[in-house]
T-cell receptor, first 112, second 113 residues
């Protein structure tokens, strides 16, 4: 079945890079997403990558996709205290337009 | 441009009581989603609408949950009767039809006592 797994917690120092990892099981995934959720707020789409790409960069964010290993990562350069939040990886499946399968989220703690 | 609006933001009820949540999607977004987010978990899709038609309600517990989107814009999600295990955040999202980006509202945090 469809499953998305993430590590639960990551702690970094301000100014360091953060790397949040995600694995998924469904090889028919078409798009993979990274969402950010701050306390008491909804999910904010950060970036997404099409499954035939292996990298996407957007300012401080770099997404790497290893389709063979079904592994997705989000790198945040120069991490700031405002980046502290929960980060969710999600996949959308081909033939099932709109349905997203989310991981359980990774809590990123940025220490000053 | 206004985002997805949800109300109420918080709701506390006693078990066996009914409760309803309201969502107003982004203007022009034909696709509307209701998600359930349990504490410490990612969101799980409950139902997806294309205009006023529910095109995927396979995850909606139909014995106590119902939803409607009568005019293809606003939507309501209802639970009757609520159970203790329904305590969670209920998220609404919307998108343009066939688009990759879903935009989420702030959610309604439900506490059932």
């Amino acid at each position: 079945g469809e499953d998305v797994e993430q590590s639960l917690f990551l702690s970094v120092r301000e100014g360091d890079s953060s790397v949040i990892n995600c694995t998924y099981t469904d090889s028919s995934s078409t798009y993979l997403y990274w969402y950010k959720q701050e306390p008491g707020a909804g999910l904010q789409l950060l970036t997404y990558i099409f499954s035939n790409m292996d990298m996407k960069q957007d300012q401080r964010l770099t997404v790497l996709l290893n389709k063979k290993d079904k592994h997705l990562s989000l790198r945040i350069a120069d991490t700031q205290t405002g980046d502290s939040a929960i980060y969710f990886c999600a996949e959308s499946l081909s033939g099932n337009t709109g349905k997203l399968i989310f991981g359980q989220g990774t809590t990123l703690q940025v220490k000053p | 441009e206004a985002g997805v609006v949800q109300s109420p933001r918080y709701k506390i009820i006693e078990k066996k009581q009914p409760v309803a949540f309201w969502c107003n999607p982004i203007s022009g977004h034909n696709t509307l989603y209701w998600y359930l987010q349990n504490l410490g978990q990612g969101p799980e899709l409950l139902i997806r609408y294309e205009n006023e038609e529910a095109v995927d309600d396979s995850q909606l517990p139909k014995d106590r949950f119902s939803a409607e989107r009568l005019k293809g814009v606003d939507s309501t999600l209802k639970i009757q009767p609520a159970e203790l295990g329904d305590s969670a955040v209920y998220l609404c999202a919307s998108s343009l039809t066939g688009a990759n980006e879903q935009f989420f509202g702030p959610g309604t945090r439900l506490t059932v006592l």
